[in-house]
């Protein structure tokens, strides 16, 4: 609200308060429809219903939640739900969950979640979806795991991979980084260690807490950003359904919990892309599947550094992509500004790594090769069937002007929106949905050099 506030925005913020108060909230917190289909230790696959005169087209997509969140966070709110989003796109959607974690859980430790939770996970919609490769989208941890799992299990049926906000080497997390020498003097006889070994894990109170903490900012002037922005409908809606969120953290497993504190934020093992695990060393430069990395501009859990660690890592990949987009670590997932960047983005990715109309999947790299001959098989007729020296000269001269016309036109595009009064075309080194913050596999790895 202004200053002053206008008659419109002080009618607003009194009808906001009004509802506030009759109904107990302003945000439409419905979930979206779904069916468990399969079930297993910690392990719940479920698939979303398409609304209503959806017609299911493309891949399937599972979303995987990390420890100790709920799958809130895809399905946030109605208007500012992944899961919504896709399914209103036609996507057979589904998301692997992992229900209470209690204390007789607390010998489960990573091994769990990589070989059997998320292998099923992966199966069970590929299975459901009619044998189709899946995109697998992971957040925060998620991601982490997503990868873990593509790197050991290569033969999955795994179209693509999205690592959301996922941080790997945690030297450049804020909140972590100044303790980490403190931590290390314990050599694993500290206080935390014997804290979490005594209650089985991280019980749910400390993971609210230590979510919060991450945004303490946020948590403090809270009160002040409610009340200058009483007039605005979707931001206090927002703030609701991220309550919520919050108030349904999962605690962490005692051996996972051990696990990640000894090895991630500890050790930092996964910044050299190996870890061991169950008696073998799992390598991320094992994932065979392209790889979609997004990290949030302003997130303080996974900061744009720790997250781009991962790029060179993925050495096996035969594509890595790298997007920065706006919001905080919840907020760049679901946030309000995810509708027109992080799930574009998507969107694009999953399309591009279709399978439809490919040969039977061996591989992502089988299924690329394969791609790119169907793609030179017209040019190799055309080719042979012009023999001449000069002919072939402008063939090539013909092709060079194909493959520049798509950014000719999308000049020519922005230029005539200018002329019509519309806004511009956006400033290409903004952050979000541009194809110029976007590097290959090679030129991701030269980033970290």
Not at 96 to 118: A, P
Not at 147 to 165: E, F, K, R, W
Not at 182 to 200: D, H, K, P, S, V
Not at 234 to 240: K, M, R, V
Request: with cysteine; proline share 7%.
């Amino acid at each position: 609200m202004d200053l002053v506030p206008k008659p419109d925005q002080v009618v607003a913020a009194a009808g906001n308060v009004a509802h506030k108060l009759l109904y107990g909230g302003i945000a439409d917190l419905r979930p979206m429809p779904r069916s468990l289909i399969d079930e297993g230790t910690l392990r719940q696959l479920y698939r979303y219903h398409l609304p209503a005169g959806v017609t299911e087209q493309g891949d399937p997509v599972l979303l995987v939640t990390p420890l100790a969140a709920p799958a809130l966070c895809y399905d946030l709110r109605r208007d500012c739900s992944v899961v919504e989003h896709l399914v209103r796109g036609g996507r057979p959607t589904y998301v692997v969950e992992y229900g209470q974690v209690s204390f007789r859980d607390r010998s489960l430790g990573m091994e769990h979640w990589i070989d059997e939770v998320l292998p099923e996970a992966v199966r069970g919609a590929s299975a459901h979806a009619g044998g189709r490769p899946v995109h697998v989208v992971g957040w925060s941890l998620g991601g982490i795991f997503s990868m873990l799992t593509a790197a050991d299990s290569p033969d999955l049926p795994i179209a693509s991979l999205s690592v959301v906000g996922s941080p790997v080497d945690v030297s450049q997390v804020p909140l972590v980084a100044p303790l980490r020498p403190l931590l290390n003097l314990t050599e694993g006889r500290g206080l935390i260690t014997r804290a979490y070994r005594a209650m089985g894990g991280a019980p749910q109170p400390v993971v609210r807490w230590a979510f919060q903490l991450s945004s303490f900012q946020k948590l403090v002037t809270k009160p002040v950003a409610v009340a200058v922005n009483l007039d605005d409908t979707d931001f206090l809606a927002q703030i609701e359904a991220v309550d919520r969120f919050t108030a349904n953290m999962i605690a962490y497993p005692g051996r996972s919990f051990g696990q990640l504190y000894h090895r991630f934020i500890k050790g930092n093992a996964l910044r050299t892309g190996e870890m061991e695990l169950g008696g073998r060393t799992i390598a991320l430069a094992d994932v065979r599947v392209p790889v979609l990395v997004f990290a949030g501009a302003s997130d303080g859990i996974a900061p744009v550094g720790a997250v781009r660690a991962v790029l060179p890592l993925l050495e096996g990949s035969p594509e890595v992509r790298f997007e920065i987009v706006p919001g905080g670590h919840l907020g760049m997932l679901t946030g309000r500004a995810a509708r027109e960047t992080t799930w574009r983005v998507l969107d694009e990715w999953f399309d591009q790594w279709s399978a439809a109309g490919l040969a039977p999947r061996a591989g992502t790299r089988a299924r690329k090769t394969a791609a790119k001959a169907t793609a030179k098989k017209p040019a190799a007729k055309k080719t042979s069937a012009k023999k001449s020296a000069a002919t072939k000269k402008a063939a090539s001269r013909k092709t060079a002007t194909k493959k520049a016309a798509p950014r000719a036109a999308t000049t020519k595009r922005s230029a005539s929106t200018k002329a019509a009064g519309r806004a511009p075309k956006p400033d290409p080194d903004a952050i979000g949905t541009n194809p110029s913050r976007r590097y290959g596999s090679a030129g991701s790895r030269s980033l970290a050099r």
